[in-house]
């Protein structure tokens, strides 16, 4: 079993910055790819950043140059740095590992953006 612990979300002003954490546990095999999606209300969850354990990087078009992603493969944890956030980016944001096929969630973190 795996078991994804996010953090860091919170409200926070257009132009502002927040730092999300996800902390992994359980069985976790070496070869995962880790990363967060998001779900704004009335729209479905879509992808916002993936990581491998080899550090390679896939960002939605809407967080590029805003966001960046990394993890510690130590830890197994991700991390997801989103800089000059938009009101748009307001959703929740679910933390992701991938492995062997199966998705496993986090409960979510709220990110609201607004003034």
């Known amino acids: 079993q795996v078991h994804l612990v996010e953090s860091g979300g919170g409200l926070v002003q257009p132009g502002g910055s927040l730092r999300l954490s996800c902390a992994a546990s359980?069985?976790?095999?070496?070869?995962?790819?880790m990363g967060w999606y998001r779900q704004a209300p009335g729209k479905q969850r879509e992808l916002v950043a993936t990581?491998?354990?080899?550090?390679?990087?896939m960002f939605a078009d809407s967080v590029k140059g805003r966001f960046t992603i990394s993890r510690d493969n130590a830890k197994n944890t991700v991390y997801l740095q989103m800089n000059s956030l938009k009101p748009e980016d307001t959703a929740i944001y679910y933390c992701n590992l991938k492995m062997i096929a199966i998705d496993y969630w986090g409960q979510g973190t709220q990110v609201t953006v607004s003034s």
């Open positions: 990581i491998t354990r080899a550090g390679r990087t």
């Open positions: 359980g069985s976790i095999f070496s070869t995962t790819v």
